[in-house]
């Protein structure tokens, strides 16, 4: 591999980023997790425009930024996943924990509806008031049918 | 829709990342867009701890920033998909053109092999030099088999 005499270290300088809109879920009691329930994407006002033709996907890729994670936990290098100590201590990027680095959630979502700039979605794991950085038609390319996964994956589910 | 009483705009306040790390090219000169090229991700040597167990997974979702996006061109709310005038008129997040309010990428690549803090990856469409935000192993819950596009989408192949 080259050295990165180039670099400059400016690849890791910090990035500011606006949100494009929130979550606001129906119940603020729901359970997040409970992938049947509907939420909805409040879409800056003056970004409406750019959803022009979103209704034409079933399924869209949101990228949010889970703002309700403590500084704290976004130092951990390693965890159980989901807490479990029946599983490995895994590297945080082997898993999808919230406790890492960029505390940035990434949920493919099913499209129901939009009305203006408000989404209505089926599926997201967003607490009310989410920040949303960006939303991405979901298409073919976003998927493979060849993925491996370890086996202390497979018990996730178990 | 209940009103968003208790929000206070702070679901908008602007948000601080710092890169997990960097995307390096094998060769400035080729095209990203081939999606059979092979490309390292160098993690922050201080998070190397974090990649652990992320070979076990064979692909990888990628979030990166798009730092050679000018503002200027974050601002756009409607595109043609790829600057195809053939194709409709669209907003911005029915597509996943770069121009869009935050430039952030996101790509389903290949996990090669991982060597310390450097992961080498095939199909990362991001320029030699790109921060890195975030890295999630992919699982069958970020796809599906019944995703619908809209007709447009069938001809960006074509």
Same mark, same amino acid.
């Given at each position: 591999?080259?050295?990165?005499?180039?670099? $400059?270290?400016? @690849?890791?300088?910090?990035?500011? *980023?606006?949100?494009? /809109?929130?979550?606001?879920?129906?119940?603020?009691?729901?359970?997040?997790?409970?992938r049947?329930?509907?939420?909805?994407i409040?879409?800056?006002?003056?970004?409406?425009?750019?959803l022009?033709g979103v209704e034409g996907f079933s399924h869209l890729l949101v990228i949010f930024?889970?703002?309700?994670?403590?500084?704290?936990?976004?130092?951990?290098? $390693?965890?159980? @996943?989901?807490?479990?100590?029946? *599983?490995?201590?895994? /590297?945080?990027?082997?898993?999808?924990?919230?406790?890492?680095?960029?505390?940035?959630g990434l949920t493919l979502v099913e499209l129901l509806k939009r009305?203006?700039?408000?989404l209505v979605v089926r599926g997201l794991d967003?607490?009310?008031?989410?920040?949303v950085l960006d939303l991405k038609p979901f298409d073919s390319k976003d998927m493979t049918l060849?993925a $491996?996964?370890?086996?202390?994956?497979?018990?996730?589910?178990?």
């Open positions: 591999m080259n050295k990165p005499v180039l670099m $400059k270290m400016s @690849p890791l300088k910090e990035i500011e *980023l606006k949100p494009i /809109g929130y979550v606001r879920r129906l119940s603020k009691r729901e359970d997040v997790k409970d049947s329930l509907i939420s909805h409040i879409v800056r006002k003056e970004l409406a425009k750019a022009e930024y889970m703002h309700e994670i403590p500084k704290e936990e976004t130092k951990a290098l $390693k965890v159980h @996943p989901r807490g479990r100590t029946d *599983l490995p201590l895994l /590297g945080v990027f082997s898993t999808r924990t919230a406790y890492r680095p960029n505390p940035i009305k203006g700039n408000v967003a607490f009310d008031g989410t920040p060849n $491996k996964v370890p086996e202390w994956h497979k018990k996730l589910h178990s």
